[in-house]
């Protein structure tokens, strides 16, 4: 008789170890690299959400403005190409989180994210973005009654801020998603859902470009400096003068030295099956196809394609030296936890599917897990990243509050604390990969075994990260 491992690891026989959302388009036109010198009014570094709503908004707000996009690949290649993508008004890593680090903001904060959210879906309807959307709504489901203080916790907070939410006890829930080990659930039902991001960036590149901004792909930032009133950002093959810059580059923290004390490149795992069937989709059930979070102290979060295949992800890794690129993650064995995980959570599906896709890349870890902001070059450079999660809808956010700081504007957002302060420091390695596997050990065994795993993770939290919300 197989093992759980034997089994995970057959389901992966035919695996492709690349993006689901990017592996399932057409090739993508690559805009060639730059390869001379020019001048803009707004440089902006990153092409994923963060930079592309940028740039957008840019434009929207004083179309005459000349904007340039420089993406060090092709565009998508970071966090952008590889999320679950489900939709939340939080613009802070959700209300907990934002009660944890903004107590005073938190009730403006959560005004401001539905406000994001009504204007984000303003912007699909307005541009006619070909994305795969679905208004759905999300979930957090309990594992066992482990979690159910946590689901009373969660509708607390979503009604108290103004929200919808929906409680739904073991029945209840089970209906809605067919697995045992859900016991109870909050829904969330306005204001939130899924999207293909694959589709949706490259939808935001399309009115970037029909708005006059200028995208180079394949042009990484190399260096800058002030000289005069202008930063220079040097290129492989030119360089580019430019009144304002805006630094989108989250996890890969591009554009200044200083950038990383602050943010870590911390891996998140996914995978997803190939379509299920009819009589596969009828034993899951799962009609109202809402985004869905669990109560797991390594929590997992799953949704359906608009093919009826199943995304789930969750499990957090860090190789040394932030590498964002490591070989391990393109084999098997990273992803074999995960897939228990998954056959625990829907064991009617286990021995008879199979994962066509598993993936990883970095996401940007900070101790407030949200969007920050920090200043270079007498304020006209600023770095906006962060994005732990709910990336989707907050870089619209973000990015709309990174321009107004870099110019000037008089709104509200600029004077609130999330806009003037900082993550805590993060050390250096190899005390920084020393610390990250103690901990990702622990997250994946606290469960089970607690012990000394409860108190690791109890004090990593202590010193500000967040490691199990």
């Known amino acids: ?84 993508a489900i939709m939340s008004t939080s613009v802070m890593h959700g209300i907990d989180n934002t009660e944890r680090m903004f107590p005073e903001e938190v009730k403006e904060l959560e005004r401001l994210g539905k406000e994001n959210m009504d204007e984000f879906r303003a912007a699909v309807e307005r541009y006619q973005l070909d994305c795969d959307i679905e208004w759905n709504g999300e979930m957090t489901v309990s594992i066992g009654d482990q979690g159910l203080e946590a689901i009373d916790e969660g509708v607390a907070l979503y009604l108290k801020y103004g ?24 829904w969330s039902k306005k204001r939130s859902g899924t999207v293909h991001p694959g589709k949706l960036v490259r939808e935001l590149k399309r009115v970037a470009m029909e708005l006059g901004v200028r ?27 430019a009144s304002k810059v805006m630094l989108a580059t989250n996890a890969w923290a591009a554009g200044h030295k200083r950038i990383r004390t602050r943010v870590s490149a911390i891996r998140d795992r996914i995978v997803v099956t190939e379509p299920l069937t009819d009589e596969q989709m009828a034993s899951v059930g799962w009609r109202h196809r809402q985004g869905i979070y669990d109560t797991r102290t390594q929590l997992n979060y799953l949704r359906l394609t608009k093919d009826n295949r199943i995304l789930f992800g969750g499990r957090l890794g860090y190789f040394y030296g932030n590498n964002t690129d490591p070989t391990l993650d393109k084999t098997p064995e990273p992803y074999i936890r995960l897939i228990n995980a998954f056959y625990q959570t829907f064991p009617q599906l286990k021995s008879e599917i199979r994962f066509s896709h598993a993936w990883s890349g970095p996401i940007a870890l900070t101790t407030r897990m ?9 304020g ?38 999330f806009a003037n302060t900082q993550p805590n420091y993060i050390p250096p390695e ?26 690791w993770v109890k004090m990593v939290e202590k010193m500000g990260f967040p490691i199990t919300l």
């Open 380 to 417: 006209n450079m600023v770095f906006a990243g962060g994005y732990s999660g709910f990336g989707v809808t907050a870089s619209r956010f973000g990015a709309r509050v990174a321009l107004a700081i870099l110019y000037n504007q008089d709104i509200p957002e600029t004077k609130m604390a």
């Open 1 to 84: 008789m197989l093992t759980d491992d034997e089994i995970a690891r057959q389901s992966l026989h035919a695996t492709r170890f690349t993006t689901y959302w990017l592996d399932s388009l057409p090739n993508a036109h690559i805009d060639p690299p730059l390869e001379r010198d020019i001048h803009c009014d707004l440089l902006i570094v990153g092409g994923g959400f963060c930079g592309l709503w940028g740039a957008i908004q840019a434009k929207e707000q004083v179309p005459q403005r000349d904007v340039v996009l420089i993406e060090a690949f092709g565009i998508a290649n970071g966090a952008s190409g590889r999320p679950a």
């Open 370 to 378: 949200a969007v920050h902001y920090q200043r270079y070059h007498q």
């Open 163 to 186: 929200h919808d939410a929906k409680k739904l006890n073991k029945s209840e829930v089970q209906s809605e998603i067919n697995s045992p080990i859900f016991h109870a659930g909050v």
């Open 215 to 241: 995208v180079f792909e394949y042009t990484p930032h190399v260096a800058n400096k002030r000289q005069g009133n202008q930063i220079i950002v040097s290129t492989p093959h030119g360089q580019i003068s």
């Open 430 to 455: 190899p005390f920084r990969w020393i610390g990250a596997k103690i901990t990702m050990y622990a997250l994946d065994t606290v469960d089970e075994k607690g012990g000394w795993r409860k108190l």
